[in-house]
């Protein structure tokens, strides 16, 4: 099973960081754009909220069709149709085709996505996620770091175009891989009976609750169920459409206000957008108590570690992302550096992102995810108190040790809660696990953008201009700094309140109880060392 689980992981890099390459190149490569498409601000704007939209709205339901019809199926269709859409883009004769295209390379980015994390805990065993999560992590930090040093180098030499035919090869070759390999099911599979009172007799069977009728298929059982990247699911994995649509239409609206929120500020539009959010939600979750199939099953939060490891990412990213806008602000508005100077000054905290995600995987192994993830949020509440630090007199040597930091903790986190989640998430609902984390993953920095306005907004002494091309709120250097202190300590209390959900995570001696409790259900036998007792 080795070199099937090394080609799976090597697939789920390989989507993680395309998608990663997409969104960062794309943001230095949109001026050429906007210039050579004779587009206004706001058109070239809906060409990363257009991908936002569709993606965000849709990851959850894609990580559903993914346990219905197998992970590898829906990651391969997923990067195809994002490979064939890049090349679309690069082709495309006008903005209103940028935009559309956008939208579509949304579609299939959002059936790869949760599909990454769900090959992942089909291939592995739940023991065994931490190495290939923590591998993950790093490589998108290398493709964050990477990002606009490539999409400046395409951007300047070849034109914006060149961006998107960046990963058109890699893509397409790891969805013709994603089709034809096939990889075993570890052997750690749950069996679907409740926990057993007393020994067995031999062959004797639990009691899992209703049984199959006669002509029926049995029930899947441990070694023998279908594989899991490829072939339908049984019928009890249901598409629950209606609350697709209901989940959708709340997330579309949440994520169209808040990217709004830092351009308009808090509107009219702002409050309708909130209230849609909340019909829609309220709506989704009537649905989702009434309904037979739900589209998130219970079992997914029937583990008491899924829901705090969900709420560690949104707290996480959104006290990053928030401190990330604010420091991009500084560096360019304040201390007037260019935009290459401005990512050197940034470039340790994809640095960190990158050597940080191994040792989390070690600190997670031998302290706890509980351990290990408070450790991680107490670094980024940190660093972001450091950052709000800074004035106009501040040393690059001052400004790398934030963002140092700041890659560290976050590194650590995100490593730590994504393994929580894919972990204790069923195995017959993997890809709603890697939806809802990737949905956590797009709705925190949102979050975080838009309170990191708000706040700056409340605190600035002198009302904010605005840029002569639209570009969003202009602050004299002295306002922003005086504001900039105040905003990035909030977001540090945002960062602190995630160490109170990372202390809601499984100890160290709950998941080894937890571990042996599996090996005891399933039948393995725990490999003891050698050696004199």
């Given at each position: 099973?080795?070199?099937?689980?090394?080609?799976?992981?090597?697939?789920?890099?390989?989507?993680?960081?395309?998608?990663?390459?997409?969104?960062?190149?794309?943001?230095?490569?949109?001026?050429?754009?906007?210039?050579?498409?004779?587009?206004?601000?706001?058109?070239?704007?809906?060409?990363?909220?257009?991908?936002?939209?569709?993606?965000?709205?849709?990851?959850?339901?894609?990580?559903?069709?993914?346990?219905?019809?197998?992970?590898?199926?829906?990651?391969?269709?997923?990067?195809?149709?994002?490979?064939?859409?890049?090349?679309?883009?690069?082709?495309?004769?006008?903005?209103?085709?940028?935009?559309g295209l956008r939208v579509a390379?949304?579609?299939?980015?959002?059936?790869?996505?949760?599909?990454?994390?769900?090959?992942?805990?089909?291939?592995?065993?739940?023991?065994?996620?931490?190495?290939?999560?923590?591998?993950?992590?790093?490589?998108?930090?290398?493709?964050?770091?990477?990002?606009?040093?490539?999409?400046?180098?395409?951007?300047?030499?070849?034109?914006?175009?060149?961006?998107?035919?960046?990963g058109v090869v890699p893509a397409?070759?790891?969805?013709?891989?994603?089709?034809?390999?096939?990889?075993?099911?570890?052997?750690?599979?749950?069996?679907?009976?409740?926990?057993?009172?007393?020994?067995?007799?031999?062959?004797?069977?639990?009691?899992?609750?209703?049984?199959?009728?006669?002509?029926?298929?049995?029930?899947?059982?441990?070694?023998?169920?279908?594989?899991?990247?490829?072939?339908p699911k049984p019928d009890h994995?249901?598409?629950?459409?209606?609350?697709?649509?209901?989940?959708?239409?709340?997330?579309?609206?949440?994520?169209?206000?808040?990217?709004?929120?830092?351009?308009?500020?808090?509107?009219?539009?702002?409050?309708?957008?909130?209230?849609?959010?909340?019909?829609?939600?309220?709506?989704?979750?009537?649905?989702?108590?009434?309904?037979?199939?739900?589209?998130?099953?219970?079992?997914?939060?029937?583990?008491?570690?899924?829901?705090?490891?969900?709420?560690?990412?949104?707290?996480?990213?959104?006290?990053?992302?928030?401190?990330?806008?604010?420091?991009?602000?500084?560096?360019?508005?304040?201390?007037?550096?260019?935009?290459?100077?401005?990512?050197?000054?940034?470039?340790?905290?994809?640095?960190?992102?990158?050597?940080?995600?191994?040792?989390?995987?070690?600190?997670?192994?031998?302290?706890?995810?509980?351990?290990?993830?408070?450790?991680?949020?107490?670094?980024?509440?940190?660093?972001?108190?450091?950052?709000?630090?800074?004035?106009?007199?501040?040393?690059?040597?001052?400004?790398?040790?934030?963002?140092?930091?700041?890659?560290?903790?976050?590194?650590?986190?995100?490593?730590?809660?994504?393994?929580?989640?894919?972990?204790?998430?069923?195995?017959?609902?993997?890809?709603?696990?890697?939806?809802?984390?990737?949905?956590?993953?797009?709705?925190?920095?949102?979050?975080?953008?838009?309170?990191?306005?708000?706040?700056?907004?409340?605190?600035?002494?002198?009302?904010?201009?605005?840029?002569?091309?639209?570009?969003?709120?202009?602050?004299?250097?002295?306002?922003?700094?005086?504001?900039?202190?105040?905003?990035?300590?909030?977001?540090?209390?945002?960062?602190?309140?995630?160490?109170?959900?990372?202390?809601?995570?499984?100890?160290?001696?709950?998941?080894?109880?937890?571990?042996?409790?599996?090996?005891?259900?399933?039948?393995?036998?725990?490999?003891?060392?050698?050696?004199?007792?």
């Amino acid at each position: 099973m080795g070199r099937h689980q090394h080609l799976t992981l090597a697939g789920s890099i390989t989507g993680a960081v395309i998608v990663a390459l997409d969104g960062t190149v794309l943001t230095v490569a949109q001026p050429t754009m906007q210039r050579d498409l004779n587009a206004s601000f706001t058109q070239v704007q809906w060409t990363s909220t257009g991908y936002l939209i569709a993606v965000a709205s849709l990851l959850v339901f894609s990580g559903r069709l993914g346990d219905r019809y197998g992970h590898q199926r829906i990651f391969a269709i997923g990067m195809l149709g994002f490979a064939a859409a890049s090349a679309a883009i690069g082709l495309a004769p006008g903005v209103g085709w940028v935009i559309g295209l956008r939208v579509a390379q949304g579609v299939f980015g959002a059936l790869l996505q949760p599909a990454t994390l769900g090959m992942l805990r089909a291939a592995y065993p739940r023991d065994q996620l931490g190495r290939p999560i923590a591998l993950r992590t790093s490589a998108i930090g290398a493709a964050a770091a990477a990002g606009p040093v490539v999409g400046g180098a395409l951007a300047a030499h070849w034109g914006w175009r060149a961006v998107f035919f960046l990963g058109v090869v890699p893509a397409l070759a790891a969805g013709a891989l994603a089709l034809v390999v096939r990889v075993p099911e570890p052997d750690d599979r749950e069996p679907r009976c409740p926990e057993r009172k007393g020994p067995e007799r031999k062959g004797q069977e639990p009691e899992p609750g209703p049984g199959p009728e006669p002509g029926q298929e049995p029930e899947r059982r441990p070694g023998r169920a279908p594989h899991p990247g490829h072939g339908p699911k049984p019928d009890h994995v249901r598409l629950d459409l209606p609350g697709a649509c209901l989940l959708a239409a709340a997330l579309a609206c949440l994520v169209h206000t808040l990217v709004g929120i830092p351009e308009s500020g808090w509107t009219a539009a702002t409050g309708l957008g909130l209230a849609a959010v909340t019909a829609a939600g309220g709506a989704f979750v009537r649905h989702e108590r009434r309904t037979a199939s739900p589209l998130v099953p219970p079992s997914v939060f029937r583990s008491a570690a899924v829901a705090p490891a969900l709420g560690v990412l949104v707290a996480a990213s959104a006290a990053l992302f928030g401190a990330l806008f604010l420091g991009t602000y500084f560096l360019q508005d304040v201390l007037a550096l260019d935009p290459l100077q401005c990512g050197l000054r940034v470039l340790p905290l994809a640095v960190m992102m990158v050597l940080s995600a191994p040792v989390s995987a070690v600190l997670m192994r031998r302290q706890g995810a509980r351990r290990t993830a408070v450790a991680g949020m107490a670094l980024l509440a940190l660093g972001i108190l450091l950052l709000s630090r800074l004035d106009q007199g501040s040393t690059a040597v001052a400004i790398g040790g934030c963002f140092l930091v700041l890659g560290a903790g976050f590194g650590t986190v995100m490593v730590t809660a994504t393994a929580v989640v894919v972990r204790h998430a069923p195995l017959d609902a993997a890809g709603v696990a890697g939806g809802l984390q990737q949905t956590a993953m797009n709705i925190g920095p949102a979050l975080g953008v838009a309170a990191a306005t708000m706040l700056m907004t409340l605190s600035t002494p002198a009302p904010a201009t605005t840029r002569a091309s639209g570009a969003g709120p202009r602050w004299t250097g002295d306002a922003f700094t005086s504001a900039m202190g105040p905003t990035l300590v909030a977001l540090a209390a945002v960062a602190a309140a995630g160490t109170l959900l990372a202390a809601g995570l499984p100890s160290h001696r709950t998941e080894k109880a937890g571990q042996k409790k599996r090996d005891g259900m399933s039948g393995r036998t725990p490999v003891r060392a050698k050696g004199p007792r």
